[in-house]
């Protein structure tokens, strides 16, 4: 029922940073688990970052732990992904989702019933 809209996408160098921002209607939005995901061109939809409601349980993928950072403001209804070193193999789709649970944070697609739009993210190197 939630309305998810990604932003912040863009193009840029290998090295640089971006900030991608997920804004959801609904007073609600504090009730779930968010998540990050990406698909690149002919691959499958891939886990990047998940926070559970209150963001004190969250969990990254092996190949952006380090480098991105996953947050949420509650009372803006917004979370964010914090990209920096970015490299080519970060270039996809961003897609930002909610999952039907409040305190685990699953790296399932499957587990996410609620979709934004998605965000291009293009790292040139």
């Known amino acids: 029922q939630v309305q998810l809209v990604e932003s912040g996408g863009g193009l840029v160098q290998a090295g640089d940073s971006l900030r991608l921002s997920c804004v959801a209607s609904g007073r609600f939005f504090s009730s779930y688990t968010m998540g990050w995901f990406r698909q690149a061109p002919g691959k499958e939809r891939a886990f990047v970052a998940s926070?559970?409601?209150?963001?004190?349980?969250?969990k990254y993928s092996e190949s952006v732990k380090g480098r991105f950072t996953i947050s949420r403001d509650n009372a803006k209804n917004t979370m964010y992904l914090q990209m920096n070193s970015l490299k080519p193999e970060d270039t996809a789709v961003y897609y930002c989702?909610?999952?039907?649970?409040?305190?685990?944070?699953?790296?399932?697609?499957?587990?996410?019933?609620?979709w934004g739009q998605g965000t291009q993210v293009t790292v040139s190197s």
């Open positions: 926070s559970n409601w209150n963001g004190e349980n969250t």
């Open positions: 989702a909610r999952a039907a649970v409040a305190y685990t944070v699953p790296s399932r697609v499957a587990s996410y019933d609620n």
